[in-house]
């Protein structure tokens, strides 16, 4: 074999996920975004052990001080250090994204499959309820379900995931839908293939492009929801903070502590905007007409 054909078999071996691969080290937006996420996800994981003060610490004689030398991101009225409270806060913020599109993703996928796949009377019975409580305010359902769930982190995550999960499965409905009527997919149900195996070793490999790019897009949503819920007081309680609380907090107290507020919507912000880029990168690196 010459160097040239060996040269054109590599390049026809050449995976799509090591495609997509190369199309994202070369995406700025993606590169941009990760970076920025990188940095304000690793400062909330191990930075509050670099910094001398607990997110319990008061100090009432110290009160409301701006940001100094001691204190870079300043205190608040009891005299806790804002800069614990925030990276904290934002372990929880994020966590919660992370968990609650996890639930999303999970309930979103299983039943967008089965009624994309059964098609006919299951599928319009399973469309119709997504349409239901499409019409309901998902806010206030999350806040319902706080109220009747608890407070704690765990069941905080549950309710906004059991809320998030409509967009996907139909997502998953119209892919499953268009995969069902490929030649691979009918000759495995010509072959008698059990449903769940056709679902889980067919159909669902090839729906990963469209999960992992709404996953990154989810994410911001439900760190949005859950700033809200703390922002209206039914989030985590004290002495564990949230950047919903955080900005809370400080949106009361703008106009003599500006501190209060600007840091904790800094980093909120920033993991705003740089999961977007990550996933309108992902959206350009895995779309399959590229």
């Known amino acids: 074999m010459t160097k040239m054909e060996r040269e054109k078999a590599a390049m026809q071996a050449r995976s799509l996920g090591l495609d997509a691969w190369e199309r994202l080290c070369v995406n700025s937006m993606f590169r941009i975004g990760g970076g920025l996420f990188a940095?304000?996800?690793l400062s909330?994981?191990?930075?509050?052990?670099?910094?001398?003060y607990a997110i319990e610490t008061i100090d009432l004689a110290y009160g409301a001080q701006p940001p100094s030398w001691e204190h870079w991101f300043g205190t608040d009225e009891l005299?806790?250090?804002i800069l614990v409270r925030t990276l904290i806060g934002g372990r929880i913020s994020i966590g919660v994204g992370f968990a609650a599109t996890m639930v999303a993703l999970f309930i979103g996928i299983i039943y967008?499959?089965?009624a994309?796949?059964?098609g006919g009377r299951v599928e319009t019975i399973m469309m119709r309820i997504i349409d239901t409580l499409y019409a309901l305010p998902f806010t206030i359902i999350v806040i319902l379900l706080t109220v009747l769930l608890g407070r704690s982190?765990?069941?905080i995550f549950l309710a906004i995931g059991a809320v998030e999960w409509l967009t996907m499965a139909r997502i998953v409905?119209?892919?499953t839908k268009a995969l069902k009527e490929q030649t691979f997919v009918e000759a495995a149900i010509v072959c008698g293939l059990p449903t769940q195996r056709i679902l889980i070793h067919h159909i669902l490999p090839n729906l990963l492009s469209p999960v992992i790019v709404f996953a990154t897009l989810t994410i911001p949503a439900v760190i949005l929801i859950e700033s809200v819920i703390s922002f209206l007081g039914l989030g985590v309680q004290a002495p564990m903070s949230s950047w919903g609380i955080l900005i809370n907090e400080g949106a009361v107290k703008l106009d003599i502590y500006p501190w209060m507020l600007i840091f904790p919507a800094i980093l909120f912000s920033l993991t705003i905007f740089s999961l977007n880029f990550i996933g309108d990168g992902l959206r350009d690196a895995l779309d399959p007409k590229d």
């Open 79 to 81: 005299g806790r250090d």
């Open 112 to 114: 967008g499959m089965i």
């Open 153 to 155: 982190i765990l069941l």
């Open 173 to 175: 409905r119209g892919q």
């Open 39 to 41: 940095i304000v996800a």
């Open 44 to 52: 909330c994981l191990i930075g509050p052990f670099f910094v001398p």
């Open 116 to 118: 994309g796949f059964y």
